[in-house]
């Protein structure tokens, strides 16, 4: 299975500030998107195809690939930004997600 | 718009089996997978398994294969996840999840918390 391997696990950030968070896969990957998770919530996807931002996601996010690595940029970090991100593979079954990079405020 | 409702909280014995259901209200699924996705007390997203409703076509992730069947039934739009040989570790929220990609989103259900203790 492709293994997605996030880092940092801890991002400490403050408002204002930019977030770069990374996703390395094990293996070529077809379809990547990339999910923020916060407590007593489902998951809201943010960008799928390693770089297409999702319907009402503000513009302030941004995903990038280069070859097995992929980026999530928050630009102007909001304080609603504040939460679990998670990398996510759907294009090679079985399906897998990385672990998680906590942005956190500092 | 369509939702995912998911069905309530389960409390079971280590052994036993829990199946959740899903179904798509204001809609039916779309034409990719329905997955579930399971979160276990301070872990990660964990993918479970997914079907692809009009085809009953399923794929399941190696760690779960031989105790997970995900069903779905068209007639009603909603998919099921049974989960059987239930242990301590398999207490987590359950969700559901169906892309809808030419829309530019996804659909969740609300999770379902699923507690196994004796």
Redesign the interface.
Known sequence: ?IVLTQSPGTLSLSPGERATLSCRASQFVSYLAW?Q?KPGQ????LI??AS?????IPDRFSGSASGTDFTLTINRLEPEDFA?Y?C?Q?GT????????TKVEIK | QVQLVQSGTEMKKPGSSVKVSCKASGGTFSSYAVSWVRQAPGQGLEWMGGIISMVGSTSYAPKFQGRITITADESTSTAYMELSSLRFEDTAVYYCANPRWDHRTDVWGQGTTVIVSS
């Open positions: 299975e999910f998770h489902a998951p809201r996807v799928y195809g297409s931002r999702a319907a009402g679990v998670y996510h759907y079954s079985p399906l897998t997600f990385g672990g998680g």
